[in-house]
């Protein structure tokens, strides 16, 4: 059945202007807590104002595993719509799990606005800050992926077959030609990709045989401000998620020693799959780096969930076994949220020495706390960066006498 209103428009108001409002809508089922869930939509509510919308109410419902139709009850949707339909500033309801087609199509029907899963969200903020040709290559191919198994009928271009002389036949469906256009546009987005990969390699080979420092991690943990303080460059950073999509790299000297160091795009829990395919050709500066640089935000609660997540990211990328630092960023933060006036000074120490003795033991890695904000150790960091990046090129030029 086709619909017969507008996307996101209501009958009796037109499409706001300014921010969107939305709802957020998660579930609670074998697979997931409510604890994590409402995590989950702390982080899609932050996607959300990332993308430009404000989200206005919270929706969350147990079962023991999503309607294959409407992806929650009956009862919830009903409540969502009643909702909805009592407030005309909202335009989409976001779900923070993925969604097919078909329930993307009920869910339309059911509550007259726009259907929005976490995949697209991510999607959409992806589009809206590629700057480069590469950048958005891979978006556009990472879209066009998600899409073809959704096609419902999104275009109308061939809805009615026209008549007469010339025309008759048994035609082409519209959801088949969809289908065509769009697998073609897919092998067309990688074709291209891979002319501009050929060039980064040309790229990569020029650098010459300098050692490569990579800075990964989870979306907004402070990276690319790092990446300012380490490199004394100018790479954009804002307190949003996806702040950066094109991989910097800068040259870094600490006294007569050179390195290459990288800023990545940052990693999410549920990151859509075939965004991380399309992006593999960016991340190629993660898989052939010498070193990595683990930024975590050590204030957030789910920093070891953060952790993880990137861990089983770079494993995709065959990129884990790599010589590691962990870096503890937003330490001030921490401190903040998490001690009050009576805690001493000795009593701080003591705290963060217990945290740090935990977290080596947890990740089996090198670490440091610091502050990117207030500059806290960063002396630290970068000393233990020296002779990381030193050792590597005794390991790369065992015969040539370094003396850095």
């Known amino acids: 059945m086709a619909n017969d209103w507008i996307v996101g428009q209501k009958d009796r108001k037109g499409v706001k202007k300014g921010a969107e409002a939305a709802v957020l809508v998660g579930l609670v089922h074998q697979m997931q807590t409510e604890e994590q869930v409402q995590e989950y939509l702390d982080e899609l509510e932050f996607l959300a104002l990332t993308a430009g919308a404000e989200t206005k109410k919270r929706f969350i419902q147990k079962l023991p595993h999503p309607d294959p139709r409407t992806f929650i009850g009956k009862g919830k949707l009903e409540e969502i719509k009643h909702f909805i339909d009592n407030d005309e500033d909202i335009s989409m309801a976001i779900f923070d799990d993925d969604l097919s087609g078909k329930q993307v199509n009920i869910l339309e029907e059911a509550l007259k606005v726009k259907i929005i899963d976490r995949s697209t969200l991510i999607l959409d903020i992806f589009a809206s800050r590629a700057q480069t040709a590469q950048a958005k290559t891979q978006v556009e191919l990472a879209q066009m992926q998600y899409l073809l198994p959704r096609l419902r009928g999104l275009w109308t271009h061939l809805e009615r077959q026209r008549g007469g002389i010339g025309m008759r036949g048994p035609g082409e469906k519209e959801i088949e030609t969809d289908r065509r256009i769009v697998r073609d546009k897919i092998a067309l987005l990688k074709k291209k990709l891979e002319k501009i990969d050929q060039q980064n390699v040309t790229q990569r080979k020029q650098r010459g045989e300098l050692i490569r420092v990579s800075l990964v991690g989870y979306t907004n943990v402070g990276k690319s401000t790092l990446m300012n303080l380490l490199s004394k460059s100018d790479v954009f950073a804002e307190d949003k998620l996806f702040a950066t999509l094109d991989t910097t790299v800068r040259k870094v000297v600490f006294g007569r020693m050179p390195f290459l160091l990288s800023d990545t795009v940052g990693f999410i829990r549920k990151l859509p799959h075939h965004l991380i395919e399309s992006f593999k050709s960016t991340l190629d500066e993660v898989r052939e780096s010498d070193i990595l640089l683990h930024v975590v935000d050590i204030a957030h609660p789910l920093h070891e969930d953060h952790i993880r997540t990137v ?93 850095w």
């Open 311 to 403: 861990n089983q990211t770079l494993k995709e990328l065959e990129a884990i076994d790599k010589p590691t630092l962990l870096v503890f960023n937003k330490i001030d933060l921490y401190r903040e949220r998490n001690y009050d006036d009576y805690v001493d000074e000795e009593a701080r120490q003591e705290i963060e020495e217990g945290l740090k003795g935990n977290l080596s033991h947890t990740f089996d890695s090198g670490l440091v706390f610091i502050s990117a904000k207030t500059k806290e150790n960063l002396g630290e960091l970068r000393e233990k960066l020296r002779q990381m990046v030193r050792e590597q090129y005794l390991v790369r030029y065992p015969y040539q006498a370094k003396h």
